[in-house]
């Protein structure tokens, strides 16, 4: 089992910036990727980022392309999600995601075996 607690989230006003953290507790070296999703209200949960653990290999949804940045810390088994320039389209429920398969689809919240509890990030125009 994977455990995953993300913290960062909170209000911002458009084109601010915040961070996201998403640290992995328990069976974590079985972990294969992690990655960020968000859910707004009445809308579908669709793919943010990811990150492959072991070579630091980045993945974006094109509405965050050059905005938001995914990074990790291996020693503290903890995913960010650097967010900035952030529009009222933002507003979502943010959740963390870890695989542990070793082929994945990265976008697709399927190839995710745990998930966190999420985290609210309201953008106010």
């Known amino acids: 089992q994977v455990q995953l607690v993300e913290t960062g989230g909170g209000l911002v006003q458009a084109g601010g910036s915040l961070t996201l953290s998403c640290t992995a507790s328990g069976r974590t070296f079985s972990s294969t990727a992690m990655g960020w999703f968000r859910q707004a209200p009445g809308k579908e949960r669709e793919f943010v980022a990811a990150?492959?653990?072991?070579?630091?290999?980045?993945y974006y949804a094109d509405s965050v392309k050059g905005r938001f940045t995914i990074s990790r810390d291996n020693a503290k088994s903890t995913v960010y999600l650097q967010m900035n320039s952030l529009k009222p389209a933002d507003t979502a429920v943010y959740y963390c995601?870890?695989?542990?398969?070793?082929?994945?689809?990265?976008?697709?919240?399927?190839?995710?075996?745990?998930w966190g509890q999420g985290t609210q990030v309201t953008v106010s125009s």
């Open positions: 990150i492959i653990w072991s070579v630091g290999s980045t």
């Open positions: 995601a870890a695989s542990t398969r070793h082929v994945i689809s990265t976008s697709r919240s399927d190839n995710y075996d745990y």
